[in-house]
């Protein structure tokens, strides 16, 4: 059934064609002559010759997917099987965007030069006031809209940060009063048992996975890839990450040692080492 039905859709297009011969050929023609006029000769013949290659290379697809039609042609056997047709394609696809570009360039540049004519046509025939207050009212009507789109650019990014920072204040909290309780944990011996730390690290690490900042998150995982909190450059990149926790809540970040100094007396002594 499939074959007869391509079959009848082959022989319709031939009697199609056949048929309206004439007309078609005066239609191929005009929009030749158009697509001379807008993309010139050369880019014309380029871009009707990625056509007809695309074309050829469809029908060969065709064919021989009739001739093995065991093969899986779907799946791309046919580009796997022929891989410098994999190489013509990504060329035709690159001229036609090449192409395509120049062409909108080449109408962008027409429509200026076409504007610039017109309105030094129409200044030519002006008083130098009307053509004064016609520069002011542009130039006013320019800075309103630029304010407008600057001004809604940073409204915009004011609100994302409030409503990140309202979501992300609940888990830093948390990471931070996880810090201070390993703390007390060193001075009242089991008052932080290993079990609720699990917990804590568990919750912390749930909610910055959706809210927390990329540079949080790298420094999270960094700081738990290196192991003990107890040594000293994990502590010096645990001040860190709580310094990019508080610039994603809006603060400023302090210098080196000063967040730890709140716990360790000597951290000066570290710093420099």
């Not at 022989?11 to 048929?19: M, S």
């Not at 909108?104 to 129409?122: C, F, N, Q």
């Not at 409204?155 to 948390?174: F, H, I, T, V, W």
């Amino acid at each position: 059934m499939k074959k007869i039905f391509r079959v009848l859709v082959i022989l319709t297009l031939c009697i199609f064609g056949i048929a309206y011969k004439k007309k078609m050929c005066v239609a191929i023609l005009k929009y030749y002559n158009n697509l001379k006029d807008n993309m010139g000769m050369a880019f014309t013949n380029i871009f009707l010759i990625c056509i007809a290659i695309f074309c050829l290379i469809v029908v060969f697809w065709y064919i021989e997917r009739l001739i093995h039609k065991k093969k899986d042609y779907i799946r791309g056997g046919f580009l796997e099987e022929h891989q410098r047709i994999n190489i013509i394609l990504a060329v035709e696809l690159i001229t036609i965007i090449v192409l395509a570009a120049g062409v909108i360039l080449r109408s962008i540049v027409k429509g200026v030069i076409e504007s610039l004519e017109w309105l030094t046509s129409i200044v030519s025939n002006m008083d130098v006031v009307v053509i004064v207050a016609l520069i002011t009212g542009t130039v006013s009507i320019v800075s309103v809209i630029i304010s407008s789109i600057v001004s809604k650019i940073i409204d915009y990014r004011k609100n994302r940060q409030e409503y990140l920072a309202k979501k992300r204040e609940e888990p830093y909290g948390e990471f931070v009063e996880m810090i201070y309780k390993l703390q007390k944990n060193v001075e009242e011996n089991n008052s932080y048992t290993e079990e609720m730390m699990l917990k804590d690290l568990s919750s912390f690490s749930k909610q910055i996975t959706l809210w927390g900042s990329s540079k949080v998150v790298n420094l999270w995982v960094k700081f738990r890839e290196q192991g003990k909190v107890q040594e000293m450059g994990n502590l010096f990149l645990l001040e860190e990450l709580m310094n990019e926790m508080r610039k994603d809540l809006g603060m400023k970040k302090v210098e080196k040692g000063n967040l730890l100094a709140f716990f360790i007396n000597d951290i000066r002594n570290y710093i420099n080492k």
